[in-house]
């Protein structure tokens, strides 16, 4: 693909009130395009993907001390590098390139990634995998980062068992893939609806445990660990072994021996992952009702926030 210049103006989606997006999110055909930093690479956005904690955002979560007067949502994407700022040493004009593009999750940068251009620094991007479309590419950072992630920090390793709660949303697809790939578990189940078993074995879940059927505190086998990707943390830490550990992404009251993660992006961790990704050992999970068009962000949300998505919520293409 091309490089091409930046104009000045852009169209991207973009809310000035706290809400649902439905009730306040825009579209406007006339942002400014951001200039990127020293330590900055602006990209052309191809695809976007979108996470729970952006509607959490846009509800309030995360205010500034004083409300800035116009936000663009959006923490993944993947696009082609238009523009370097003078320190950037990773990458050059038309590279293509993928990443979560606000480092900690609870400071988020005004300008994200649902609009047509992005800046963000290089320490944050990777370039995209060679088998991935731009649209799989979007749909792994921030969640594949949480997976990876959660997993060291629960010290998980090679021969340990472990129960993902929320087995076929966007970051229990990667986690079931990533102890298996990467980790070397010995045993992973999931819950699910019963209409995605199939998914989840395919991923490489052993086992897999309906959730309107049965309640993983009742299950004899307890785990090595459990990652609750959908916030029960109670039932969590009954699934555990003594010794076990819990890992917690959804806010919420926790108790030991949960512990919660907070993913800080990096673009280390999609480079280190690069291998098994090219490999096609992990591979992106895109909902099946998108990509969603450009045109049509306000309904990915909709559907977003119906927590019954499967895998990850994409849009594209960004135009």
């Known amino acids: 693909m091309a490089a091409e210049s930046a104009p000045e103006k852009m169209k991207g989606w973009a809310y000035t009130q706290e809400g649902k997006a439905v009730n306040v999110l825009q579209f406007h055909t006339d942002l400014p395009v951001p200039t990127p930093k020293d330590d900055q690479v602006l990209i052309k956005v191809i695809a976007a993907a979108l996470n729970p904690v952006d509607a959490k955002r846009m509800l309030g979560l995360f205010r500034s001390p004083e409300p800035p007067f116009l936000i663009v949502p959006g923490y993944d994407a993947a696009g082609v590098v238009v523009k370097v700022g003078s320190q950037v040493t990773k990458f050059k004009v038309g590279d293509q390139v993928y990443g979560n593009i606000n480092e ?36 792994l950072p921030l969640a594949i980062e949480t997976a990876y992630g959660g997993l060291e920090q629960a010290g998980f390793s090679a021969g340990k068992s472990i129960l993902v709660l929320g087995g076929a949303g966007g970051v229990g697809t990667l986690v079931i893939q990533v102890a298996k790939h990467v980790f070397g578990a010995s045993e992973i189940a999931a819950t699910s609806s019963a209409k995605k078993f199939e998914l989840l074995k395919s991923l490489g879940a052993d086992k897999v445990i309906d959730y309107t059927k049965e309640n993983v505190e009742d299950l004899p086998q307890k785990f090595d660990v459990v990652y609750d990707a959908v916030g029960q943390c109670e039932r969590a830490v009954k699934a555990v072994k003594e ?22 992006s990096n673009g280390l961790t999609l480079e280190k992952l690069k291998p098994l990704i090219e490999e096609g050992k992990v591979k992106p999970v895109i909902d099946p009702i998108g990509p969603f068009p450009f ?25």
């Open 104 to 139: 900690h999750p609870a400071h988020p940068k005004l300008f994200g990634s649902l609009a047509e251009y992005t800046a963000v620094e290089e320490n944050l991007l990777a370039l995209k995998p060679n088998n991935l479309s731009f649209p799989e590419a979007a749909s």
């Open 243 to 264: 010794g076990g550990k819990v890992v917690e992404i959804v806010g919420g009251p926790i108790s030991p021996p949960a512990s919660f993660y907070i993913v800080i």
């Open 295 to 319: 045109s049509q962000v306000v309904e990915a949300f909709a559907h977003l926030d119906t927590g019954r998505a499967t895998g990850k919520v994409v849009v594209h293409p960004i135009a």
